[in-house]
């Protein structure tokens, strides 16, 4: 069973930068993907950012050039640097890890933006 812990969120006016942190209980090249959803009051869970085991990474269209996904491996942690934050990026992000047929997911850190 894969852990998965994350921090990192907080207000922060629109403009602004934060980064979210999820730290995992075992080796992440051991993990097909690892990535960030969030979840907005009311709305469905969506994809933020994935990277794979190989390091291949994807974004959603509507964080692409403000957000970027990275990975420490000696910390087994991964990260979600998001600048020029927008209050439609308000929302409970949660750190996501998919080993084979297992899917984990952290508890959620709270990001709100405000204009």
């Known amino acids: 069973q894969v852990q998965l812990v994350e921090s990192g969120g907080g207000l922060v006016q629109a403009g602004g930068s934060l980064r979210l942190s999820c730290a995992a209980s075992?080796?992440?090249?051991?993990?097909?993907?690892m990535g960030w959803y969030r979840q907005a009051p009311g709305k469905q869970r969506e994809l933020v950012a994935t990277?794979?085991?190989?390091?291949?990474?994807n974004y959603a269209d509507s964080v692409k050039g403000r957000f970027t996904i990275s990975r420490d491996i000696a910390k087994n942690t991964v990260y979600l640097q998001m600048n020029n934050l927008k209050p439609g990026d308000t929302a409970v992000y949660y750190c996501?890890?998919?080993?084979?047929?297992?899917?984990?997911w952290g508890q959620g850190t709270q990001v709100t933006v405000s204009s």
């Open positions: 996501n890890a998919q080993k084979y047929r297992d899917e984990y």
């Open positions: 075992e080796n992440i090249f051991s993990i097909n993907y």
């Open positions: 990277v794979t085991s190989g390091g291949t990474k």
